[in-house]
């Protein structure tokens, strides 16, 4: 597998500037009032999916991480950069699914790759590292994580946990009867999750935002810490699928382990209620308060989380 | 290793802006009459560099290798994104180390780390991703692959084959006795090479550039079939360091493998003489002619290179 006909034959396909992948990297034209937010996250087989996964679905869920980190910049995505290393001998075939799945959620975000990187690895491992890049408006602020405001509301833009059960699913750890449900939360893990037309949306009204890949409890505690505020959420508030609620009611599955998964990729913002009020379908978990002992902290029903450590590898 | 203590203790130290590492991404400012530059490439272990070499050296290896790529643009380097996983347990030392390597070349070339992403693998894989950025005067062109013209004069920025004769003092299948140029041979495989001032130099004046990192031959012949035209080069005009002229003439090498092995990281340029002529210490190794039945073709010596292949891994 050489790395340039490699490249030539299925992933130049995907940019629209062909010049682009002659040379070693290009030129990001900046719009006119317009700032560009770069971010950039690497994926790799048995920590972020699994091995053996669709590579169309690999292929989107890392394409999906990428645009949920902009999606909690408020930043309206351009175009990627795609390293790659697969293992020696990986045919056609993958590669050319692995394409299809970059080419869906392109078409779905009207972005293009602009360049990139291959090489062929003997472990056997699937590393995808991508660099994504987007505009936002010059005043957008990019909801930094330490702007947090005590006062502020805390919102997240949808359920909490479909990723999670999603991984549960797949790993034949639960089984469930309802087939559409069971394919929207398989899908969920697998493919991904991102919101950026909320971001953009809520870009110059939100103060704090982080998109939920660590867990909540975790990302939650990532804007308190960097805010030196506290945060206090009510689970009755947080979305849940009904077949997960039934899960729960059962005790099949504990809820707090929802709350330490990563895999949402929904976004978990906080602001002034006066200004987000008219946003539609976001939901109001709970507020920012001030930190007793100068220490953030997360109460969950009024009680303190001991731990909120999120999520690690698969 | 979490993924959060490992950034902030020793990664944060390599950004201006501590800000951008509380987030996952940041904004990158393109000053007025200029534009970004955006290049990514991907070092793993056993590829580009030894899983045991020094982590100094990889972490020099890897930034040099993507400043490189905006040296063949002709761009200043700004500053770069880093996203690398690591073998679970790896140590502190080492991550110490790597940040010592990557320090050092940003002090040698005023640039900052602007943010990334860590991970860890079960596979004792290094991966080092980069993504690279730089700015250039609005009017350069970037000196693509595909402006090479008929009578252009071909260029190289200095010695061939240095990379390579470190990599075989490093394997132990040559031995040498002159410490200062074994030494110069070592350092010049481990730790990279770049050469951003020239590319900045030429930035205005040459038709196309690359970086040679797969091999003179292979490297050269990208510029040619990009820009639908064949190169002629001379052996003789091809700079060697003294002692590497000694291994061919004794026969301990053969030239040709030194144009066939990466690791170089000089410029290969094509240019008007007249635009080019005046710029120091650059080595006229040949010139661009019409391609024979309009297939690229490499000249070596007068005769036809059947076979311009380069380096794949180690």
């Known amino acids: 597998m050489s790395e340039f006909d490699f490249i030539f034959n299925h992933f130049a396909k995907l940019g629209k500037n062909q010049q682009n992948f002659l040379n070693d990297g290009c030129e990001i034209p900046v719009p006119e009032n317009q700032k560009l ?19 169309n679905s690999i292929a989107q869920k890392s394409l999906r991480k990428n645009l949920s980190d902009l999606a909690a910049m408020g930043t309206k995505p351009y175009g990627y950069f795609l390293a790659i290393s697969l293992p020696q001998n990986t045919n056609e075939n993958f590669i050319s699914q692995f394409c299809d799945g970059l080419q869906t959620v392109q078409n779905q975000y009207k972005i293009d790759l602009l360049g990139g990187d291959t090489n062929s690895n003997k472990n056997n491992m699937i590393i995808v590292s991508i660099t994504i890049f987007g505009f936002t408006n010059k005043n957008n602020h990019l909801m930094p994580r330490n702007n947090a405001k005590i006062g502020d509301r805390i919102y997240i833009s949808g359920e909490i946990g479909n990723g999670y059960i999603g ?21 969920h893990f697998l493919y991904g999750n991102c919101r950026n037309d909320l971001g953009e949306e809520i870009a110059d009204k939100a103060d704090s935002c982080i998109d939920i890949s660590d867990g909540l409890l975790q990302d939650l505690m990532h804007i308190c810490k960097n805010s030196n505020v ?4 009510y689970s009755e508030k947080i979305p849940l ?18 709350f330490k998964w990563g895999d949402d990729y929904e976004l978990l913002f906080c602001g002034d209620d ?11 978990i709970g ?11 997360i109460y969950l029903d009024e009680e303190k989380v001991k731990n909120c450590k999120g999520f690690e590898h698969l």
């Open 274 to 284: 006066e200004k987000l009020k008219n946003i539609g379908n976001i939901f109001e």
């Open 241 to 258: 699928h009904p077949e997960i609620k039934s899960l729960i009611n059962t005790g099949e599955i504990n809820f707090l382990d929802l």
């Open 37 to 55: 937010v770069v971010s950039k996250d690497m994926l790799i087989s048995d920590v972020h999916f699994f091995r053996n996964d669709p590579p």
């Open 230 to 233: 506290s945060g206090k959420i």
């Open 167 to 187: 991984y549960l699913i797949h790993q034949n750890k639960l089984s469930m009867k309802n087939n559409a449900a069971k394919k929207n939360f398989l899908s």
């Open 287 to 297: 507020e920012i308060i001030e930190s007793p002992e100068n220490k953030s902290q």
